[in-house]
């Protein structure tokens, strides 16, 4: 599959990245607070955001499945990306999310989450092992990862320093 299927929930469209997105993703990328837990815990430029699509676009093709814009319907707003990550020398598949602050608090991390995670289960079968890799002071996303149901399985040394290791259930 190298086209991501359009989901929808209740508030939310998830659907394939596109050009037009780079500048609110870029702004979401250049903010320190978002970015705080992602990667190395910074803040990316411009170019790093457009590479960052690019990824999500050739995971789908690669991999046939992936990252999901998210959107929200109100307002056409890009407000994140939620979905699955699984790059060469990764621990397992990941389900991820991240959203611009605008949107914090508003729960769409956990529908645009559960959203993918159910039709990924259900409708791209991915079973098995999938995981949430989250800082150990991002209690945010941790109590994110706990009200979908995943539990803390370990903590590894990943992209120089450590993460937990969430298993979503089967």
């Not at 702004?27 to 960052?52: H, K, L, S, T, Y």
Request: with cysteine; aromatic share 10%.
């Amino acid at each position: 599959m190298t086209t991501p299927p359009v989901l929808h929930t209740e508030r939310l469209t998830l659907r394939a990245f596109a050009e037009p997105d780079l500048d609110a993703y870029a702004a979401m990328c250049a903010d320190e607070e978002v970015m705080r837990f992602i990667g190395n815990g910074g803040p990316v430029g411009r170019d790093i955001a457009w590479r960052q699509m690019a990824l999500f676009a050739g995971h789908w093709a690669l991999r046939g499945y992936g990252m999901w814009a998210v959107q929200e319907k109100a307002s056409g707003a890009l407000v994140g990306r939620a979905g699955f990550l699984n790059p060469e020398g990764w621990p397992a598949n990941e389900l991820g999310w991240l959203l611009a602050r605008p949107f914090w608090g508003r729960g769409y991390a956990h529908e645009a989450a559960l959203a993918a995670r159910r039709h990924g289960r259900e409708a791209m079968g991915l079973g098995g092992r999938l995981i949430s890799l989250i800082r150990a002071d991002n209690r945010r996303s941790i109590a994110l990862a706990q009200r979908l149901g995943a539990r803390h399985e370990e903590t590894i040394e990943f992209m120089g320093g450590q993460a937990q290791v969430w298993r979503h259930p089967e």
